[in-house]
């Protein structure tokens, strides 16, 4: 059976216009785009409606994951004297008392107290009672006042 190079000519065309329309439909669509937002309520719903008719889907996260509901949290009870705050020095010996205050840690402070005791240059008001009476340099207990 043969055909006419009429019917064969149409045949390739209607073949090659079909795959130049897929090819153009594929070209023309584009691929979705995502956007995570967490979840607080009705403002996230409302975002979500805006971009409802373009190519751009929403979806949510939270921060409440069950990980995180159940984890224990634990809080390291700080030293009393590892913060600042006001503490109070005794002399061990005549029993007179010296308060401070400090922005840094008690304990750094009563080094210092210590240091000025040891060199003997006199800046701390206690190492200088200290120093002058020939008193000791007692422990560091209780000397942060809450």
């Known amino acids: 059976m043969r055909y006419s190079k009429f019917y064969i ?5 209607l073949q090659l216009s079909k795959v130049y329309i897929e090819r153009r439909n594929k070209k023309k669509k584009k691929k979705t ?5 967490t979840y607080v309520g009705k403002e996230t719903r ?3 409606k805006a971009f409802k008719n373009t190519n ?19 809080h390291h009870k700080k030293c ?8 109070q020095l005794k002399c061990p010996i005549c029993d007179r008392k010296y308060i401070g205050q400090t922005g840094r840690s008690i304990k750094i402070r009563f080094h210092e107290h210590f240091r000025d005791f040891e060199h003997g240059n006199g800046k701390s008001s206690f190492a200088q009672h200290l120093i002058e009476n020939g008193h000791s340099f007692g422990p560091m207990q209780d000397s942060a006042i809450d």
């Not at 751009?56 to 634990?74: F, V």
């Not at 009393?80 to 503490?87: H, M």
Request: charged residues 25%.
């Open 9 to 13: 000519t149409m045949g390739l065309k």
């Open 33 to 37: 785009q995502w956007a995570m937002f």
């Open 46 to 48: 409302a975002i979500k």
């Open 56 to 74: 751009m889907k929403i979806t949510y996260s939270t921060n409440n994951t069950i990980d995180k509901l159940l984890m224990t949290r634990r």
């Open 80 to 87: 009393k004297y590892e913060e600042c705050g006001t503490y």
